[in-house]
T-cell receptor, first 115, second 113 residues
Framework: GAVVSQHPSWVICKSGTSVKIECRSLDFQATTMFWYRQFPKQSLMLMAT?????????EQGVEKDKFLINHASLTLSTLTVTSAHPEDSSFYIC???????????FGPGTRLTVL | AQSVAQPEDQVNVAEGNPLTVKCTYS??????LFWYVQYPNRGLQFLLKYITGDNLVKGSYGFEAEFNKSQTSFHLKKPSALVSDSALYFC???????????FGTGTRLTIIP
């Protein structure tokens, strides 16, 4: 199957700093990318959907000014957690889809810990 | 609105026995159905999908799932479980025309040696 990478795989930062997470589709062009958040022992919560060259569509309750998403190319999307606080600590997972009927391929996730 | 239910939080199966992980869904149109598996501290791996066609779908690692429209179910099955199948399994659904996947709450499958 197609490969999606995420970087970094884990990050620890101080409260108040910003953290950028990259999501790349390595062997296909991703017209749509998705960002999820997963709390321990829970399902995935969709944060936002982004199409290349367009502004991201955020789910209800997700602060767009706090979670900045950029989908600048067909192979790269970034999530920036601005002014991170301990409650932002979580497992962030991206996914990418090449075609409308295609399945989503998921990245390995990024574990964010805010001290 | 679309939704998916995985009624069992935990399923335990003896190695070598058949396994079933249950999933039911609700959509307003035609469903696109998916199964994913997650290992600890990892992202989700795609197992199989149903879009159209044969109701029995075969996927990775010997898994299969049967689409049952009348029961709105898409149960995941494997004839003979391996210890390495132990993981967290997610069922997901998309309604036709909807970009977003809705995930179930996950079922933790434990294969007992």
């Amino acid at each position: 199957g197609a490969v999606v990478s995420q970087h970094p795989s884990w990050v620890i930062c101080k409260s108040g700093t910003s953290v950028k997470i990259e999501c790349r589709s390595l062997d296909f062009q991703a017209t749509t990318m998705f960002w999820y958040r997963q709390f321990p022992k829970q399902s995935l919560m969709l944060m936002a959907t982004s199409n290349e060259g367009s502004k991201a569509t955020y789910e209800q309750g997700v602060e767009k000014d706090k979670f900045l998403i950029n989908h600048a190319s067909l192979t790269l999307s970034t999530l920036t957690v601005t002014s991170a606080h301990p409650e932002d600590s979580s497992f962030y997972i991206c996914s990418a889809r090449g075609t409308v009927l295609g399945e989503q391929f998921f990245g390995p996730g990024t574990r964010l810990t805010v001290l | 609105a679309q939704s998916v239910a995985q009624p069992e939080d935990q399923v335990n199966v003896a190695e070598g026995n058949p396994l079933t992980v249950k999933c039911t869904y609700s959509v307003s149109g035609n469903p696109y159905l998916f199964w994913y598996v997650q290992y600890p501290n990892r992202g989700l791996q795609f197992l199989l999908k149903y879009i159209t066609g044969d109701n029995l779908v075969k996927g990775s690692y010997g898994f299969e799932a049967e689409f049952n429209k009348s029961q709105t179910s898409f149960h995941l099955k494997k004839p003979s479980a391996l210890v390495s199948d132990s993981a967290l399994y997610f069922c997901a659904v998309r309604d036709f025309g909807n970009e977003k996947l809705t995930f179930g709450t996950g079922t933790r499958l434990t294969i007992i040696p």
